[in-house]
């Protein structure tokens, strides 16, 4: 009698492969290859496959792969800088939140429907959580007011928002904003991102991969800088 597989608990009742989910889905967040592109290329691998199934492998697998990453993890610095940035989501225009540390490592990203004092608060409880127990000393913002306020209302809900120093810089900014490249570079490829849902979750894929890139795992001493960016999600996902 045939065996079955083994196989972990998300890739349970998966007619394809691992490797080849795990493949599709890295190329797909880290190149700039649309679904087609992909098929063409699995094609090529001898592996059928449609890019309707790629995509949902994209929302079902980019959160699992991503609470991964999170685990190896390396620390930023406690001084940020963060800036909005539109992306465009069917036929209108959303808000990415994005901030980064004074060396260029990712801190959190947010995608928004609006850019009101309420998405501010919002980012900034993403990025709070996502460094925890550790916390900011020194954001960098742009003028723009409701990001300003947003930093001001959170310090009635945490304390330790008081002790965190707001300054806007043009100059100091800038880093982040030329971090935005990667994520919009990759959008431009994709023919559009359709539904608010959807696109929130294959930014999120894009925004960590672009973490990966800038070494941002930890994987033991003495191994990351030799690693290519294959072994890197192989050992994260393992």
């Known amino acids: 009698m045939t065996q079955p597989i083994e196989r972990d608990a998300i890739y349970r009742r998966c007619r394809f492969s691992r490797e080849t989910i795990e493949t599709c889905v890295r190329w797909y967040v880290t190149y700039r290859l649309s679904c087609r592109d992909l098929v063409a290329m699995m094609a090529e691998r001898g592996i059928r496959v449609s890019h309707s199934t790629i995509l949902r492998w994209v929302f079902r697998y980019v959160p699992e792969y991503e609470r991964c990453f ?22 209108e225009m959303m808000y990415l939140y994005r901030g980064v540390d004074k060396y260029g490592k990712t801190v959190a990203s947010l995608l928004s429907p609006t ?13 709070a959580a996502a460094v925890a127990p550790r916390f900011s000393r020194k954001i960098t ?7 300003h306020q947003a930093l001001r209302e959170l310090r009635c809900e ?18 982040v904003e030329q971090d935005h ?21 294959t930014i999120a894929g894009i925004a960590l991969a672009h973490r990966i ?26």
């Open 181 to 201: 490249r990667a994520v919009k570079v990759r959008c431009q490829a994709m023919l559009r991102l359709r539904s608010y849902q959807k696109a929130a979750v």
């Open 158 to 175: 945490d304390h330790r928002w008081k002790y965190v120093l707001v300054r806007s810089s043009r100059y100091l900014s800038n880093i």
């Open 115 to 127: 850019r009101s004092i309420e998405a501010g608060m919002e980012f900034f409880r993403r990025a």
């Open 70 to 91: 999170n685990q190896c993890s390396r620390r930023v610095a406690s001084s940020w800088r963060v800036a909005e940035t539109y992306i465009r989501v069917g036929a």
């Open 213 to 238: 890139r800038k070494q941002q795992c930890n994987f033991g001493p003495g191994r990351r800088a030799r690693w290519s960016l294959k072994q890197q999600w192989e050992t994260a996902l393992s």
């Open 141 to 147: 913002l742009d003028g723009y007011r409701a990001s």
